[in-house]
């Protein structure tokens, strides 16, 4: 019987029973760099920890297990991750992109793929004819959804039955959902992508990467590459994230939870001008959401009536940080203007609708009543100083 989500964050299915490793129930962190060999010619199967690693290995079957997928691996970051997906193609290559993507992902494409002969079509998937933009040397499709950190919504099964069509991969960032609330291998996707180091180990305090497949040919050519440029993950690194994972199923519930509150108190601010979270049914691709995920996630971005009004938040929250990343127990609140968008040229973050009045919040698992009250406090400052400014 297939088991839920939730027990797949803390068994393995196939050591259940198994009393390997002294019956340690916490996977031991094999911090090796080599493996002594028996005798010539024979090998415990572990030879080098750019090859193989226990610890790595583990964490990459139960990252596979979430994803419903045929292998996953786990690299030093989500960027390594995304660099070393891009190895799949060659120059004269073509892909068709999202536009409104992660800022370090727009960068990798723009300033290293291209200079090595791949070209790009940046479009917004969630509402382009994608299908207009394929050509003879097009080779996938990579998408987020939702995107960051515009929240647009993009249906997985449509774009999956287009890239079938059309022989092109399917590659889909899954982190803001993380496979707790969303498997996109399911919906036709040929890969997914994760920055590990968000909801997966969930505590702000690794990096990680994965990429999970359910094809065998893609599967045999990534470790072919990861061994080849070893960006794989560290054991201790590995063991963090795994340890992490165990409480996925609660903390995303959780952050969920506070996040729709905090998407409704924001709704009833007046110096907030709008609010994107498909959470809300008003969001355009709430009903997109409904059908291919099993939750909205955490993550809210929204306008402010100006400048001033964003940045003042920004020094003003204290347990609320004001940091880059996402997805972990802490709640944060970034500037995508200068943080995790600056590299991305101006125009296109305003083709996307990033201002410098746009705020993203990643909600984490406080008492929700503590992060209402800190909210509350900085908004009610900032009135009344930007009233006094007006007044004198
Ligand atoms: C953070 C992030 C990445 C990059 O991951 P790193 O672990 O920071 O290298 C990629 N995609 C998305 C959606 C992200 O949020």
């Known amino acids: 019987m297939a088991r839920g989500i939730e027990t797949k964050c803390l068994h393995l299915e196939e050591e259940e029973g ?5 019956g340690s129930v ?3 962190i094999y911090q090796t760099a080599t493996y002594a060999h028996p005798s010539v010619g024979k090998s415990t199967g572990y030879d ?10 583990h964490l990459e079957k139960v990252v596979a297990t979430l994803e419903n997928g045929l292998d996953a691996l786990a690299f030093s970051t989500g960027m390594a991750a995304i660099t070393l997906m891009m190895e799949l193609f060659s120059p004269g290559d073509h892909l068709i992109v999202d536009a409104d993507l992660y800022g370090g992902s727009i960068r990798l494409f723009h300033n290293v793929s291209e200079k090595n002969g791949i070209t790009f079509s940046s479009i917004d998937c969630y509402k382009e004819d994608v299908e207009s933009y394929i050509n003879e040397n097009t080779k996938a499709i990579y998408i987020e959804t939702p995107t960051n950190p515009m929240m647009n919504v993009t249906d997985i099964k449509i774009l999956g039955e287009i890239a079938k069509k059309h022989h092109l991969l399917l590659i889909v960032d899954n982190t803001f959902l993380s496979p707790y609330f969303q498997n996109p291998l399911d919906l036709g996707a040929d890969i997914v992508v994760h920055s590990g180091t968000k909801y997966l180990s969930g505590h702000n305090d690794t990096l990680a990467g994965f990429l999970v497949t359910n094809r065998k040919d893609i599967s045999e050519k990534l470790r072919f590459l990861i061994k080849t440029t070893g960006s794989g993950l560290a054991p201790f690194d590995s063991w963090l994230v795994l340890r992490g994972i165990k409480t996925l199923g609660i903390r995303m519930e959780k952050s969920q939870q506070n996040a729709i509150i905090i998407a409704n108190w924001l709704q009833g601010q007046n110096a907030v001008t709008k609010v994107i979270y498909p959470g809300l049914p008003t969001h355009p691709g709430h009903e997109i959401m409904k059908k291919q995920a099993r939750g909205f996630g955490a993550m809210l971005t929204f306008q402010l009536e100006s400048k001033e009004f964003a940045l003042a938040i920004l020094e003003k929250v204290r347990m609320i940080k004001f ?7 802490e709640t944060l609140v970034t500037y995508p203007t200068t943080q995790t ?14 201002t410098e009045s746009t705020l993203r919040l990643s909600v984490g698992i406080e008492d929700v009543k503590d992060l209402l009250d800190e909210l509350d406090k900085v908004f009610r400052e900032i009135e009344g100083e930007l009233h006094d400014q007006k007044e004198s």
């Open 323 to 329: 940091a880059e990343s996402l997805g972990g127990v």
């Open 48 to 57: 080098y920890s750019r090859l193989q690693n226990p610890t790595r290995e």
């Open 341 to 354: 968008h600056a590299d991305v040229p101006e125009e296109i973050r305003e083709r996307n609708g990033i």
């Open 18 to 22: 198994c009393s390997s490793n002294y």
């Open 26 to 28: 916490s996977y031991p």
